[in-house]
């Protein structure tokens, strides 16, 4: 577990190392806080850390590709009660809260879509309890 004060690129050392082996892994995208590490990344594991950086001189917003793809991982995840805040107090709990969400997402993606004439693809409504008036 790494302090709240420290810099993403402090916490990328800590991270990688931990990850499991991940034959496929070849390109990491990443912000201009990263150039201090590319080429120990790429000694270390042998991946190549890209950064994505802003057009020199332009002013306002400017979409720069790949980087959206976090963020929305990011919006994802902030849908779960459980994620929505840190409730957690134990970073594996947090972590395997992530994972439960990110297979349920998985998962969901894999059911086929509501089809209102193929009851084989029908997907279960779920029903809103009727209050009795009072």
Same mark, same amino acid.
């Given at each position: 577990?790494?302090?709240?004060?420290?810099?993403?690129?402090?916490?990328?050392?800590?991270?990688?190392?931990?990850?499991?082996?991940?034959?496929?892994? @070849?390109?990491? &995208?990443?912000?201009?806080?990263?150039? @201090?590490?590319?080429? &120990?990344?790429?000694?270390?594991?042998?991946?190549?850390?890209?950064?994505?950086?802003?057009?020199?001189?332009?002013?306002?917003?400017?979409?720069?590709?790949?980087?959206?793809?976090?963020?929305?991982?990011?919006? &994802?995840?902030?849908?779960?009660?459980?994620?929505?805040?840190?409730?957690?107090?134990?970073? @594996?709990?947090?972590? #395997? &809260?992530?994972?439960? @969400?990110?297979?349920?997402?998985?998962?969901?993606?894999?059911?086929? #879509?509501?089809?209102?004439?193929?009851?084989?693809?029908?997907?279960?409504?779920?029903?809103?309890?009727?209050?009795?008036?009072?």
């Amino acid at each position: 577990m790494l302090p709240a004060d420290g810099q993403d690129r402090d916490g990328a050392k800590a991270l990688l190392p931990r990850l499991p082996d991940l034959p496929r892994l @070849a390109v990491i &995208w990443a912000d201009g806080a990263y150039p @201090a590490i590319v080429d &120990w990344i790429q000694v270390t594991f042998g991946w190549v850390l890209t950064t994505v950086l802003r057009p020199v001189g332009v002013k306002g917003y400017v979409h720069l590709p790949h980087r959206w793809i976090v963020e929305r991982t990011f919006g &994802w995840l902030g849908r779960y009660r459980r994620l929505s805040k840190d409730y957690e107090c134990n970073p @594996a709990s947090s972590e #395997a &809260w992530i994972y439960i @969400a990110m297979t349920h997402r998985m998962a969901r993606r894999l059911t086929p #879509a509501r089809d209102p004439d193929n009851r084989l693809k029908r997907r279960s409504k779920r029903r809103r309890k009727c209050r009795k008036p009072r």
